[in-house]
């Protein structure tokens, strides 16, 4: 590209004493394009930082893989098998865990069914836990062990707590929903019922866990869901979780086919599948906010070859070919999508940075359980961003540009 060509297009931005709308409307068009590409990089931002912040609390409470039986959740041989799990490269910790239902009651007539996990009284001395929910605990200690020294506690989430009206200390009765009896005389089904004491209360500040969730010492679980000696699974930590198929890929092929394993995404797939679905959907509206400003710059460039056709006639008429006549105009749009580019990836960043560092837009931390707007900028997502925006500006001026270099030099000079 000579510089003539540079120097003419450049010329067609800047406005002139007889045409000022040109180069307002050339503003308009780099506008919209600042508009588009800022909000799409601070929304995606925001969503990354939302589902970041989401998963790091759900994987407070669950592992990053979980190995289970298939048929009945009753795992009989579960310290062959976690001896066999902590020995595959990757792994850093396994344990046993039982999870069952039950009913616990706190005074008179008021029951509440709560979701019950089993962990061993206490964690490994030799290495990190399967979770990092004992790191959650806020009053109290994660040890089940009660007053006369036994360990038949339950550690509790806040908000079950509160709705129960219970604090460290407190007796409450648990019944399980596995282990009942039947007595045939009477007719009656007779469940496990234990009174235990409260040791610990936790919060992870995600409600499903504080609501709903209370841990004990695994031969309590054991014994309301009926269980003996088995677990319901082994849990698993590994070194990087998002390298799990890799890790189960080992796993499986070590266990066997008698064992079935779930990672970290698939325990919570519908959750992650709708805040990916989430993503896609405030990506595609915000899109369409640059495909708006590809029609302004259309029209932008569209208003620039009307208004020079006569100098276009001249042009052409002076020898200038239809190729160099179609790329000062592409240069025209290319300058308008990368400066509006430029200043919308610069505003976004420094947006994101207000919002997640500065922490700029506060929470109810009551309602939402954050006390501001979580951002996590993600490079490919801005790469994308900037790729999309310059691609759908340059597609824009294809028209306008080809549209001036067809112009024949006679009647373009005669235009009025």
């Not at 709308?21 to 931002?45: P, Q």
């Not at 962990?119 to 004992?134: E, F, K, N, Q, V």
């Not at 025209?332 to 400066?339: E, P």
């Amino acid at each position: 590209m000579s510089r003539l060509e540079l120097s003419i297009a450049w010329r067609y931005l800047r406005s002139r004493r007889g045409s000022r709308l040109l180069s307002f409307i050339s503003v308009i068009a780099i506008g919209g394009v600042v508009v588009g590409v800022s909000a799409l990089i601070l929304i995606m931002s925001v969503m990354n930082g939302l589902q970041r912040d989401l998963r790091d609390k759900i994987l407070i409470g669950s592992p990053d893989i979980r190995v289970l039986t298939f048929g009945p959740m009753r795992m009989e041989s579960w310290r062959e098998v976690m001896e066999q799990v902590k020995s595959r490269p990757g792994v850093v910790a396994a344990a046993p865990v039982v999870l069952t239902e039950a009913v616990i009651q706190a005074g008179e007539g008021y029951n509440e069914v709560v979701q019950v996990v089993g962990l061993l009284p206490d964690p490994p001395s030799d290495g990190p836990d399967a979770t990092d929910i004992r790191d959650q605990i806020v009053s109290g200690a994660f040890d089940f062990r009660s007053r006369d020294g036994e360990r038949n506690g339950i550690v509790m989430g806040s908000k079950v707590a509160e709705r129960l009206g219970v604090s460290v200390g407190d007796s409450v009765v648990i019944m399980g929903t596995g282990g009942v009896t039947f007595n045939p005389v009477t007719g009656t089904i007779i469940p496990v019922i234990h009174r235990v004491m409260i040791t610990g209360i936790f919060d992870t500040g995600l409600y499903e866990y504080d609501n709903k969730f209370v841990y004990t010492a695994l031969p309590i679980a054991q014994s309301l869901n009926g269980l003996g000696d088995a677990v319901t699974a082994v849990e698993v930590k590994i070194t990087d979780r998002w390298n799990t198929k890799a890790v189960m890929a080992d796993l499986g092929s070590a266990l066997g086919p008698k064992y079935r394993l779930v990672d970290w995404q698939e325990q919570n797939r519908n959750l992650f599948q709708a805040l990916k679905l989430e993503k896609l959907g405030m990506s595609v509206i915000l899109l369409l906010i640059i495909i708006v400003a590809a029609f302004n710059i259309v029209s932008t460039l569209t208003m620039v070859v009307t208004d020079k056709t006569r100098e276009i006639g001249i042009l052409k008429a002076m020898g200038m070919t239809a190729g160099s006549i179609r790329r000062i105009f592409l240069v025209q749009g290319v300058v308008i999508g990368v400066v509006g580019t430029g200043l919308g990836l610069a505003i976004g960043l420094a947006a994101a940075y207000a919002v997640g560092d500065l922490e700029l837009i506060k929470l109810d931390a009551s309602v939402y359980f954050i006390d501001h707007l979580p951002v996590a900028v993600d490079l490919l997502d801005v790469g994308l961003t900037v790729v999309a925006s310059l691609a759908v500006a340059a597609l824009a001026t294809m028209y306008p540009a080809r549209q001036a270099a067809r112009l024949f030099p006679i009647e373009a000079i005669r235009h009025e």
